[in-house]
């Protein structure tokens, strides 16, 4: 229940720079937990060592959430889940709070960092989505190599479909969607979230993740944030842009808490949200069993699930 959300923050103004990077909403048993949990450290330990480097808080989470893609525990990237037809279609989207320049990419065919696709979009395209074939073409004019689905296809995901399509466990949501949100010691902040999305998910389903205003969003004025769960519940109440709005007067922890209220009052939808407030302040609420995540700043770091 939205009610029993658990919640944390740090840095309030204290510092230069901030981090915090989470490894998706879900219900990860306890003996898989401490990997997702360093999995998010070495994620945060990446970005942070950008920003420490006097990078820019865009290139802080994406070279985060590559990490995230790249640790098979993670439904993201390697290890991502698998569609009705077992194959891998990935979300991904990233944003910058100073220019509100923003891509993203969804229902797309395995590549390694769909994150860095995402960024070239932004960056290298007049337009903020790609989806499917188009995404994977925009993605191999730009030098990025699409890779063989079973490098990224690991037997846990195989499994997972497995079990959805026997219907021995809920069908649909997998969780491990993986996500960072920063702020530089510029002032500047940003977010990204990348995904695989449900496991059994009809071929050509979006989520919120490559969404931005659902699953990422980032504004100097207000805050970053990057959200994790159910996608439908996600897209509907516009989650990641209501929660950075409030944000702005309520603080991070706070508005991280009353957004995932307002989802699961308005759709019974459950999941986590991590913030980055403009002050450099971080917040994370999650209403599921399990969110990996890790913080990082100038002055401290810290992780948890
Ligand atoms: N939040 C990830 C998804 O629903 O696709």
Redesign the pocket.
């Given at each position: 229940m939205a009610e029993d959300a658990v919640t944390a923050s740090w840095a309030h103004g204290a510092c230069a720079w901030s981090i915090l990077v989470h490894g998706g909403a879900g219900d990860v048993s306890a003996e898989h937990l401490p990997r997702h949990v360093e999995g998010c450290e070495r994620a945060a330990a990446a970005g942070a060592a950008v920003l420490a480097a006097g990078g820019s808080a865009l290139d802080a989470v994406q070279r985060a959430v590559e990490v995230l893609e790249d640790d098979a525990s993670f439904n993201a990237g390697t290890g991502a889940c698998l569609n009705e037809d077992g194959a891998i279609e990935l979300?991904a989207s990233i944003m910058d709070g100073t220019t509100l320049q923003a891509g993203g990419v969804c229902a797309l065919a395995p590549f390694k960092n769909p994150i860095a696709i995402a960024r070239r979009v932004m960056d290298a395209s007049s337009h903020v989505l790609l989806a499917g074939e188009g995404a994977a073409r925009f993605a191999l004019e730009q030098g990025f190599v699409r890779a063989d689905p079973s490098s990224m296809i690991t037997d846990l995901a195989r499994a997972r479909l497995a079990a959805a399509q026997a219907k021995q466990t809920t069908e649909g949501?997998a969780g491990g969607?993986v996500g960072a949100v920063a702020r530089d010691a510029s002032g500047r902040v940003a977010a990204a979230t990348s995904?695989g999305?449900?496991v059994n998910k009809r071929a050509g389903r979006v989520?919120?993740?490559p969404i931005v205003g659902a699953?990422t969003y980032a504004d100097d004025a207000t805050a970053a944030c990057s959200?994790?769960?159910?996608?439908?519940a996600?897209i509907r109440v516009c989650l990641a842009k209501t929660a950075s709005d409030a944000a702005r007067t309520d603080g991070a922890e706070h508005a991280a808490r009353a957004s995932l209220a307002m989802m699961h009052a308005r759709t019974s939808g459950t999941?986590g949200v991590i913030l980055a407030a403009r002050d450099g302040s971080l917040g994370l609420a999650r209403t599921t069993r399990t969110m990996s995540w890790a913080a990082a700043t100038d002055t401290g770091r810290a992780s948890g699930a």
């Amino acid at each position: 229940m939205a009610e029993d959300a658990v919640t944390a923050s740090w840095a309030h103004g204290a510092c230069a720079w901030s981090i915090l990077v989470h490894g998706g909403a879900g219900d990860v048993s306890a003996e898989h937990l401490p990997r997702h949990v360093e999995g998010c450290e070495r994620a945060a330990a990446a970005g942070a060592a950008v920003l420490a480097a006097g990078g820019s808080a865009l290139d802080a989470v994406q070279r985060a959430v590559e990490v995230l893609e790249d640790d098979a525990s993670f439904n993201a990237g390697t290890g991502a889940c698998l569609n009705e037809d077992g194959a891998i279609e990935l979300d991904a989207s990233i944003m910058d709070g100073t220019t509100l320049q923003a891509g993203g990419v969804c229902a797309l065919a395995p590549f390694k960092n769909p994150i860095a696709i995402a960024r070239r979009v932004m960056d290298a395209s007049s337009h903020v989505l790609l989806a499917g074939e188009g995404a994977a073409r925009f993605a191999l004019e730009q030098g990025f190599v699409r890779a063989d689905p079973s490098s990224m296809i690991t037997d846990l995901a195989r499994a997972r479909l497995a079990a959805a399509q026997a219907k021995q466990t809920t069908e649909g949501w997998a969780g491990g969607t993986v996500g960072a949100v920063a702020r530089d010691a510029s002032g500047r902040v940003a977010a990204a979230t990348s995904t695989g999305g449900m496991v059994n998910k009809r071929a050509g389903r979006v989520g919120d993740s490559p969404i931005v205003g659902a699953g990422t969003y980032a504004d100097d004025a207000t805050a970053a944030c990057s959200t994790t769960g159910h996608g439908e519940a996600m897209i509907r109440v516009c989650l990641a842009k209501t929660a950075s709005d409030a944000a702005r007067t309520d603080g991070a922890e706070h508005a991280a808490r009353a957004s995932l209220a307002m989802m699961h009052a308005r759709t019974s939808g459950t999941g986590g949200v991590i913030l980055a407030a403009r002050d450099g302040s971080l917040g994370l609420a999650r209403t599921t069993r399990t969110m990996s995540w890790a913080a990082a700043t100038d002055t401290g770091r810290a992780s948890g699930a």
